[in-house]
């Protein structure tokens, strides 16, 4: 994405400094003599092989580029806010599995990472998300047609593939999932010899070390994707197919109501918030609950419950949380295209039938018949809301906690002296503020972390006896910057699982009898910001054009070997809309002479 952006996230790459040669200054004049337009393109050291690819078909195109290359995310986040770039090489992964969430927050005018403002591409976005079938797929076409190639906002590279190197020789490969959009499942996950399990660590790598928020609505990017999906549970889950579930979640079942506005979760009684006390986890005892629930959904739709709130935008069609207490209400709704009640809907499989529901977590008994409903109601029928449910910021946090910890005043915080929940230097060793005061509902919880890799031990009091109790005691998530060597410490044994294995290395992974590869399709796609500010691709559509037909697809998809696929959009892996991009000189020529006159 994260990605999961599944993570992925999105992640807008950046690269800074490049000298110019003399083929590339002798290269600056047209055979005219004529200056060529000159386009700084942003990106990351870790994606120098796409810039480079960018860069050539730019220059065949007449165009003269410098690459601003960054050796990591936080120094592209400083050029990209100081506005140093006219195309900036992003990413975005829809973690999520519905294609609302590949455009909103990206797109939508005021969108968590948008910087685009266009009325009409704003009332697509939120027609289309009322929609489904084939009348959805017609909107996300109109969609796409008006993003890319109307108004260019954006150029596409390509859609990524999955592709996961296991250390199989002491891991069970069969135990590692590779879902099409949730982040890395880490419960599941056992070695081959069992018996490791409860006392050797699992070691896990990730890229990035400085970590956004431990506090699920304040991050969504690939810092804390995977992590904050281990540490809180959901109301649901995807699974590896992007299909919704309550499976490995907080609710039994869940059903939808008849007009797809009111949507019920009956919660099960068995996880208890995990705390950190002297550097171990500890059960506190207190369960992991509809005020929970309550609490964290509100808080996760408002934008200003915390300070830069990153994930509001995902919540907002979400109206009202609350707790049911009238039995005769799940009796008398009926669930959406059917006959079923929602009490019946909601009570299969369950430790006793229904005979109470509770308001107050205190008397919740599962096995005596008493449980916990929540409904969610949405301003109009949006389906798509129980996907941005299964994301990692619908996890669900302690609201005794939280509310304890985040006693500041949000619109005057100050972050040098104020420290919210889940504040990464509250876990981090050698900070002044070292002080863990994480509650996870999820199956692991944050013990401490430092430059080198972050330590997580199972939730004591998570799902215990059951098929999703973490199998795993103990997993550390190693943080390599450079992707090469994380390969070769997969290789080594130093660690046990690389999330993804680029595609110019499958071959490496393929011939190792010590690995396994793992495949999957994904929601991950490469494209090209266009910046919509300042700059002159910023005012002129022409140059924009100009620059989006002198993309080839099918360059990429070559170096990549076959193991990349033509993109449109972000929805483009999970809508078809038939539309295509080619890359067309005579087009660029038409494009810059409209720009030129």
């Known amino acids: 994405m994260k990605r999961l952006l599944a993570f992925l996230f999105i992640a807008v790459l950046a690269l800074a400094g490049c000298v110019q040669t003399k083929t590339d200054v002798e290269g600056s004049k047209d055979s005219k003599g004529k200056g060529k337009k000159e386009i700084e393109v942003l990106g990351m050291a870790a994606s120098e092989e796409d810039m480079n690819i960018v860069r050539d078909q730019l220059v065949k195109n007449g165009f003269d580029v410098k690459l601003n290359i960054q050796p990591d995310y936080g120094s592209f986040s400083a050029q990209k806010e100081a506005g140093n770039y006219d195309l900036a090489l992003s990413s975005w992964t829809t973690v999520t599995g519905n294609p609302d969430y590949a455009v909103r927050g990206l797109f939508k005018t005021g969108g968590d990472y ?58 069970n490969s069969k135990t590692v999932h590779l879902p ?142 609350e707790i049911v207490s009238d039995l005769a209400e799940l009796q008398k709704k009926k669930v959406a295209g059917s006959d079923q009640s929602v009490l019946d809907a909601l009570s299969q499989h369950l430790p006793a039938s229904v005979t109470q529901l509770a308001k107050d977590k205190g008397t919740v008994n599962n096995g005596a018949g008493v449980y916990q409903v929540v409904k969610i109601t949405t301003p109009t029928p949006f389906p798509q809301v129980l996907n941005y449910l299964a994301h990692q910021s619908g996890g669900i946090v302690s609201k005794k906690q939280v509310t304890s910890i985040n006693t500041y005043d949000v619109a005057s915080y100050d972050p040098d002296k104020d420290i919210g929940y889940g504040d990464q230097t509250t876990v981090t060793e050698g900070t002044a503020t070292y002080n863990n005061q994480l509650y996870a509902s999820g199956p692991y919880i944050l013990v401490k972390k430092n430059d080198y890799e972050a330590q997580f031990v199972k939730n004591p009091a998570y799902r215990v006896g059951s098929e999703y109790e973490p199998k795993i005691a103990k997993i550390n998530v190693r943080f390599i910057a450079d992707i090469d060597s994380a390969l070769s410490a997969l290789r080594n044994g130093e660690i046990h699982i690389l999330q993804s294995v680029p595609e110019t290395k499958l071959d490496i ?34 140059l924009r054009k100009a620059i989006l037909y002198s993309i080839n697809q099918h360059e990429f998809i070559s170096y990549y070997q076959g193991n990349k696929k033509p993109a449109v959009s972000t929805v483009s892996p999970l809508v078809n809309t038939g539309l295509k991009l080619e890359a067309d000189s005579a087009k660029v020529k038409e494009y810059l002479k409209a720009y030129n006159d």
């Open 180 to 321: 099409k959009s949730r982040a890395q499942v880490w419960e599941s996950i056992e070695f081959n010899d069992a018996s490791k399990n409860a006392t050797e660590p699992l070691i896990l790598h990730q890229t990035i070390s400085s970590l956004t928020s431990l506090d699920p609505i304040k991050g969504n990017d690939g810092s804390i994707n995977t992590l904050n999906t281990n540490i809180y549970v959901r109301l649901v889950n995807l699974r590896d197919t992007d299909d919704v579930v309550s499976d490995g979640s907080l609710s039994y079942n869940h059903a939808i109501a008849e007009g797809n506005q009111e949507y019920y979760f009956i919660l099960r009684d068995d996880i208890n918030f995990a705390a950190v006390k002297e550097g171990a986890p500890v059960d506190t005892g207190e369960l992991v609950s509809a005020e929970d629930v309550v609490f964290s959904l509100n808080r996760a739709k408002n934008p200003k419950s915390v300070p830069d709130h990153r994930t509001y935008s995902l919540h907002e069609n979400i109206e009202t949380v």
């Open 114 to 171: 948008s910087i685009v403002s266009d009325s009409k591409l704003d009332a697509l976005i939120d027609e289309a998300s009322t929609l489904t079938g084939n009348e959805a797929t017609a909107k996300y076409k109109e969609l796409e047609q008006l993003l890319v190639f109307d108004q260019a906002y954006i150029a596409p590279l390509y859609i990524s593939n999955k592709y996961q190197g296991i250390y199989s020789e002491l891991v």
């Open 509 to 542: 992974v393929k011939s190792d009898s010590k690995l396994t590869l793992h495949t999957a399709d994904s929601n991950a796609v490469s494209y090209l910001q266009m910046n919509t500010s300042g700059r002159t691709v910023s005012d002129s559509v022409d």
